[in-house]
């Protein structure tokens, strides 16, 4: 391999890792709605930002058997949550994920979860050049009354991209 072959080849490795760099996706505030037995679903709610765009399509957690993107609505003068297939996350905009709007739904809960448990999170991030990221998330749970800025310290947690 010559010379110009070899600064060619590292070129493209320094782009490939500035554009993953780049990629990134920030997630903070997460939390999880704490739930006692006999309930078997909750929500999770944080904030995420996309540094260039494009869609939250996924979500897992081992708390729940079934991990839901769902989003709550006005249907009239009633309120309906529903499942959606993605979640779109402007270019460096924060998407809210907030009790009565859109939100992580955690249905068939394995174990009751109680405040101050750690829920680990997995985020599918589709980006805007339908590359791929996962976002490993720990939020924390919080009691049924508490909301996000309620009374309490929030604690913000940054994913880590893989």
């Given at each position: 391999?010559?010379?110009?072959?070899?600064?060619?080849?590292?070129?493209?490795?320094?782009?490939?890792?500035?554009?993953?760099?780049?990629?990134?996706?920030?997630?903070?505030?997460?939390?999880v709605r704490a739930a006692q037995a006999p309930q078997?679903?909750?929500?999770?709610?944080?904030?995420?930002?996309?540094?260039?765009?494009?869609?939250?399509?996924a979500a897992s957690s081992p708390v729940a058997n079934?991990?839901?993107?769902?989003?709550?609505?006005?249907?009239?003068?009633?309120?309906?949550?529903?499942?959606?297939?993605?979640?779109?996350?402007?270019?460096?905009?924060?998407?809210?994920?907030?009790?009565?709007?859109?939100?992580?739904?955690?249905?068939?809960?394995?174990?009751?979860?109680?405040?101050?448990?750690?829920?680990p999170l997995t985020l599918s991030i589709e980006g805007?050049?339908?590359?791929?990221?996962?976002?490993?998330?720990?939020?924390?749970?919080?009691?049924?009354?508490?909301?996000?800025?309620?009374?309490?310290?929030?604690?913000?947690?940054?994913?880590?991209?893989?």
């Amino acid at each position: 391999m010559n010379l110009m072959t070899r600064l060619s080849a590292a070129a493209v490795m320094c782009g490939v890792l500035a554009t993953s760099a780049w990629a990134q996706t920030t997630v903070s505030e997460p939390w999880v709605r704490a739930a006692q037995a006999p309930q078997k679903a909750t929500g999770a709610f944080m904030q995420i930002t996309s540094a260039q765009g494009g869609k939250l399509v996924a979500a897992s957690s081992p708390v729940a058997n079934i991990v839901e993107i769902h989003e709550m609505k006005m249907d009239g003068d009633v309120m309906r949550m529903a499942p959606i297939a993605s979640l779109d996350l402007p270019a460096g905009k924060a998407v809210a994920l907030r009790p009565g709007s859109y939100h992580i739904m955690l249905i068939d809960l394995k174990q009751p979860l109680k405040a101050g448990d750690a829920v680990p999170l997995t985020l599918s991030i589709e980006g805007a050049d339908k590359k791929k990221e996962t976002v490993n998330v720990q939020a924390t749970v919080k009691a049924m009354g508490m909301a996000a800025g309620a009374s309490g310290p929030q604690h913000g947690h940054h994913g880590m991209k893989h």
